[in-house]
Nanobody
């Protein structure tokens, strides 16, 4: 069974850090474009960061604060989140989709999605 499982969410104060993990089972994440997305209550889901091979993408709102990385041996993609702000509060999802020539770096809605992990930033 092909699955993505996120973990690492929690509650932190502004300025704190969290590291989210996205573990793949049943397929090798290294061949897929992987993305982290987030959705806050009442808002649309936004792309946060994506990775494919050595290419990465960060949204303007997290650039310089978040770092995406992968561990092929662990079949895991991480999102290191530093200097967290209240506006980072959301449910974070990882997604995986096979790449294709000329296609986008970030996966789309037709890929595999995890169940999400909650991140709350509050004083």
């Amino acid at each position: 069974q092909l699955r993505l499982v996120e973990s690492g969410g929690g509650s932190v104060q502004p300025g704190g850090s969290l590291r989210l993990s996205c573990v793949g089972s049943g397929f090798p994440l290294g061949y897929y474009r992987i993305g982290w997305f987030r959705q806050a209550p009442g808002k649309e889901r936004d792309g946060v960061s994506c990775i494919l091979s050595d290419d990465t993408y960060y949204s303007d709102s997290v650039k310089g604060r978040f770092v995406i990385s992968r561990d092929k041996a662990q079949n895991t993609v991480y999102l290191q989140m530093n200097n967290l702000k209240p506006e980072d509060t959301a449910t974070y999802y990882c997604a995986a989709e096979l790449p294709y020539s000329g296609g986008p770096l970030c996966p789309g809605t037709t890929g595999y999605w995890g169940q999400g992990t909650q991140v709350t930033v509050s004083s």
